[in-house]
């Protein structure tokens, strides 16, 4: 860059085209077209895990790819009302399925279930 008659000008050698320039022009360029394909990949991938979920809302199993009873005596019972009750009581514990799972591995915290609280003394501390 050099002062004449009172304004800064580049010097014209800076824009000659060199395999350098080209190189920086081709990288820059590269670079715009790969930031705009990984968000375009990130709206499918966004709406994907939208239709996931909504499938979950409707199943039956919800998130789940399977639902047993732990029993107390260390049975597991299939998901039937009370399951339980003639093993020492228990709880039911669901086994995620893979979107489940796939879905948590991005960060998407779907299917918390807390299982074996007193939902009074929870209450009482809230």
């Known amino acids: 860059m050099t002062f004449m008659d009172g304004h800064y000008t580049m010097q ?5 085209e060199t395999p350098l ?6 990288a820059i360029a590269a670079s715009f077209v ?3 394909t990984a968000a375009h990949a990130g709206d ?5 895990y ?3 979920i909504q499938q979950m809302k409707q199943s039956e199993r919800g998130p789940f790819r399977e639902v ?3 029993c107390n005596d260390g049975s597991q019972q299939p998901p039937v009302p009370f399951g339980c009750r003639d ?14 799972l796939a879905l948590r591995e991005q960060s998407y915290w779907i299917a ?5 609280i007193d939902a009074d003394e929870v209450l009482k501390q809230a």
């Open 12 to 16: 014209a050698d800076f824009f000659q």
């Open 21 to 26: 320039n080209r190189k920086y022009c081709l």
């Open 34 to 36: 790969c930031l705009c």
């Open 44 to 48: 499918h991938v966004t709406e994907q």
């Open 50 to 52: 939208r239709t996931w």
């Open 68 to 70: 047993l009873w732990f």
């Open 87 to 100: 093993h020492g009581g228990g709880h039911q514990h669901g086994q995620w399925n893979t979107r489940a």
């Open 112 to 116: 918390n279930v807390l299982a074996g």
